[in-house]
């Protein structure tokens, strides 16, 4: 019985010496140390032998558990590490190599078109101002003289924050904004940024987009003004031989108010399809501060007059790179976005 132990150690041993990988040793295990393993069947033997042969028996057997279980415990150790030494340098990371190159970015078509108009100002002495997103009711019409109810209000649905609160349908109310800032100083200000209205998403109109707003207040502002400002504008952007032509329109918060058109860039007038056979593009309303506007940004409108704009960002954008879809600038298509 004692030979049997010994040959067991012996047996198990060797076997554990040839265990490469952590499911043989598993395997090792359940073979010898499990509860139906053959050392500890062993141990279970131990009532059918004699009384005397039982201690020498059961002290030889403890021992040899004792010790395949620390040499179980060693080889399951060593394996550990040699595989951990294995993968780390399977999967290694070979520092040397080049990294994978991050394509530089570059700026959206709207903010390039964005900033060769604020080049373009800043060389005509308009500064840059900019006035929040979410405004008041207040802000966005009834200062703008458009008090509740005005019809003109129409013109303009948007998304409601709540009551009084809203997201600004156009740049107009920061017109209110730098001039309760500014008085009684002179202003010469463009006021780019997001408008929002609540419309049908097409091809033609989205429900953001951006806008630039004009608004010079000074003493002796003229509508020769305001139609010399634009002809240089539409000049510097589209090129010397450029035209302008004015309509009378209609807008609350200027008197009189007008729209410009300047001549079709891709006939020169002839008439085409971009033009839609008129030979004119619109570029922007606009028109004299109206008085009520003045006074509501603190302006005596006995003294002080002005003239304001505003103007379309993604409509040049799309003339001038043939672009038929608004959708488009929004819609996070790198396909669309890397062409420009
Ligand atoms: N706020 C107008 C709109 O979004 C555009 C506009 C017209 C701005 C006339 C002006 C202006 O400053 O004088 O439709």
Same mark, same amino acid.
């Given at each position: 019985?004692?030979?049997?132990?010994?040959?067991?150690?012996?047996?198990?041993?060797?076997?554990?010496?040839?265990? !490469?990988?952590?499911?043989?040793?598993? !395997?090792?295990? /359940? /073979?010898?140390?499990?509860?139906?393993?053959?050392?500890?069947?062993?141990?279970?033997?131990?009532?059918?032998?004699?009384?005397?042969?039982?201690?020498?028996?059961?002290?030889?057997?403890?021992?040899?558990?004792?010790?395949?279980?620390?040499?179980?415990?060693?080889?399951?150790?060593?394996?550990?590490?040699?595989?951990?030494?294995?993968?780390?340098?399977?999967?290694?990371?070979?520092?040397?190599?080049?990294? +994978?190159?991050?394509?530089?970015?570059?700026?959206?078509?709207?903010?390039?078109?964005?900033?060769?108009?604020?080049?373009? #100002?800043?060389?005509?002495?308009?500064?840059?101002? !900019?006035? $929040?997103?979410? !405004?008041?009711?207040?802000?966005?019409?009834?200062?703008?003289?458009?008090?509740?109810?005005?019809?003109?209000?129409?013109?303009?649905?948007?998304?409601?924050?709540?009551?009084?609160?809203?997201?600004?349908?156009?740049?107009?109310?920061?017109?209110?904004?730098?001039?309760?800032? /500014?008085?009684?100083?002179?202003?010469?200000?463009?006021?780019?940024?997001?408008?929002?209205?609540?419309?049908?998403?097409?091809?033609?109109?989205?429900?953001? #987009?951006?806008?630039?707003?004009?608004?010079?207040?000074?003493?002796?502002?003229?509508?020769?003004?305001?139609?010399?400002?634009?002809?240089?504008?539409?000049?510097?952007?589209?090129?010397?031989?450029?035209?302008?032509?004015?309509?009378?329109?209609?807008? $609350?918060?200027?008197?009189?108010?007008?729209?410009?058109?300047?001549?079709?860039?891709?006939?020169?007038?002839?008439?085409?399809?971009?033009?839609?056979?008129?030979?004119?593009?619109?570029?922007?309303?606009?028109?004299?501060?109206?008085?009520?506007?003045?006074?509501?940004?603190?302006?005596?409108?006995?003294?002080?007059?002005?003239?304001? #704009?505003?103007?379309?960002?993604?409509?040049?954008?799309?003339?001038?790179?043939?672009?038929?879809?608004? /959708?488009?600038?929004?819609?996070?298509?790198?396909?669309?976005? +890397?062409?420009?």
């Amino acid at each position: 019985m004692l030979d049997q132990v010994k040959q067991l150690e012996e047996e198990a041993l060797a076997a554990l010496e040839a265990v !490469e990988h952590s499911e043989a040793l598993s !395997e090792w295990n /359940r /073979r010898y140390l499990s509860k139906k393993g053959t050392l500890t069947q062993m141990l279970h033997s131990v009532g059918q032998l004699s009384k005397e042969d039982r201690p020498a028996f059961g002290q030889a057997a403890n021992k040899v558990k004792v010790a395949l279980e620390a040499a179980y415990e060693a080889r399951a150790e060593a394996l550990r590490r040699s595989e951990m030494t294995r993968e780390l340098e399977s999967g290694a990371v070979d520092v040397t190599l080049p990294g +994978r190159p991050v394509g530089p970015g570059h700026l959206h078509i709207t903010t390039q078109t964005l900033r060769q108009i604020y080049a373009i #100002f800043a060389e005509m002495g308009f500064q840059v101002y !900019e006035s $929040p997103d979410v !405004e008041t009711d207040e802000m966005n019409f009834g200062l703008l003289n458009m008090p509740p109810h005005h019809p003109a209000r129409d013109m303009w649905d948007t998304f409601w924050i709540s009551d009084q609160v809203l997201l600004r349908t156009h740049t107009s109310p920061g017109q209110i904004r730098v001039m309760r800032e /500014r008085h009684p100083d002179p202003i010469r200000v463009i006021l780019p940024g997001k408008c929002y209205r609540y419309e049908q998403i097409t091809a033609r109109s989205e429900h953001q #987009f951006y806008q630039v707003e004009g608004l010079a207040v000074g003493h002796g502002i003229r509508m020769t003004d305001l139609i010399g400002t634009l002809t240089e504008f539409a000049r510097r952007l589209y090129g010397p031989e450029r035209r302008i032509r004015i309509r009378s329109s209609y807008f $609350p918060f200027t008197e009189p108010s007008i729209e410009a058109d300047m001549d079709c860039i891709l006939c020169r007038g002839e008439g085409c399809r971009v033009c839609r056979h008129s030979g004119w593009l619109e570029i922007c309303g606009a028109g004299m501060v109206h008085p009520v506007v003045l006074q509501n940004g603190g302006y005596n409108p006995e003294e002080w007059s002005g003239f304001a #704009f505003g103007l379309g960002v993604e409509r040049p954008a799309m003339l001038k790179y043939d672009i038929d879809d608004i /959708r488009l600038f929004y819609g996070n298509d790198l396909r669309f976005l +890397r062409q420009f």
